[in-house]
């Protein structure tokens, strides 16, 4: 005599309860479907690489095309020191009245931020033009 419950042999009542609450066959037909539907689905195929990608380069000109306005948004912020030297490194220099209008700061603003930089490693000769008025040269 053959016994079908092969499973629940040499095992206690509470064990067996165990083995019921799991689902018995059910779940062992559920656990074969599914590992064979695992198996069997064949794994995703690599994708297609495409051989001219866009550069960053081109993305970027790409962007500076359809938005001019914001072309100079990241672009680094000139500082009122790299203004004022400018400013000073041109032929002739400048006068505190130009770095005033140029800078559109107030005098006293622009004096402070000319004697900052005269300590600083450049050195900025006055010069009398020839119509009277003092300028500044940086060298």
Do not use: W
């Not at 064990?15 to 064979?36: E, T, Y």
């Not at 009122?80 to 041109?90: A, H």
């Not at 931020?113 to 300590?119: D, E, K, P, Q």
């Amino acid at each position: 005599m053959t016994f079908s419950n092969a499973c629940l042999f040499n095992k206690t009542a509470d064990q067996c309860r165990k083995v019921g609450a799991r689902g018995g066959r059910a779940r062992a037909r559920n656990l074969r479907l599914r590992h064979a539907a695992r198996t069997a689905t064949p794994p995703p195929a690599p994708p297609e690489t495409e051989e001219d990608r866009e550069t960053a380069h081109e993305a970027s000109a790409l962007l500076d095309e359809q938005f001019p306005h914001l072309r100079t948004a990241f672009a680094p912020r000139q500082t009122t020191r790299e203004q004022l030297l400018r400013l000073l490194r041109q032929p002739g220099g400048a006068s505190t009245d130009q770095m005033v209008v140029a800078l559109g700061l107030d005098r006293q603003y622009v004096c402070r931020s000319f004697r900052s930089i005269a300590g600083q490693a450049v050195q900025i000769s006055r010069l009398v033009r020839a119509d009277g008025t003092r300028a500044y040269v940086a060298r």
